[in-house]
């Protein structure tokens, strides 16, 4: 099972992980992202793999 994490202090809150995985990703009123479920299989891996190379200040990755 693959771990999506955040930096929070990289963290923009930005919203564009939201847009590509809204199930997986949301910016709270505290203007930052934060893990809707952190854990995912392959089949959700291409929606946040996008969330993360489309994250303008790299705050997202996956372990």
Do not use: Y
């Not at 994490?5 to 009123?29: I, N, T, Y």
């Amino acid at each position: 099972m693959l771990k999506i994490c955040v930096d929070v202090d990289k963290c923009a809150g930005l919203g564009m992980c939201e847009s590509w995985a809204p199930d997986r990703f949301e910016v709270q009123s505290d203007a930052k992202v934060h893990v809707l479920a952190e854990n995912i299989d392959e089949s959700q891996r291409d929606a946040v793999q996008g969330a993360i190379d489309n994250c303008p200040t790299g705050a997202l990755s996956i372990e």
